[in-house]
């Protein structure tokens, strides 16, 4: 696993974006440091506003990064 991981659940219902996302921090054995997910924003915000809540108290998540592109979320799982 590389230290900046992107995840693209584009067309996924919550749960299984949250599955895919929950099984990414699942393998990652401290190699990580970021992972970016890519959900969209043109077709709705439902998976953008699940990913920021439910993530935001993850416990793996230090923090979430909100960039320019709205349709990409960074979880910030640990500083570089």
Do not use: W
């Not at 054995?29 to 998976?47: D, N, P, W």
């Amino acid at each position: 696993m590389r230290a900046f991981e992107e995840i693209d659940v584009h067309n996924m219902t919550k749960s299984q974006a949250q599955t895919a996302i929950d099984a990414m921090l699942r393998r990652n054995k401290g190699e990580m440091c970021r992972l970016t997910v890519i959900h969209g924003f043109h077709g709705g915000t439902v998976l953008r506003d699940f990913v920021r809540a439910h993530y935001k108290k993850h416990p793996q998540v230090k923090r979430i990064e909100l960039g320019l592109n709205q349709g990409e979320t960074t979880l910030i799982i640990r500083e570089l």
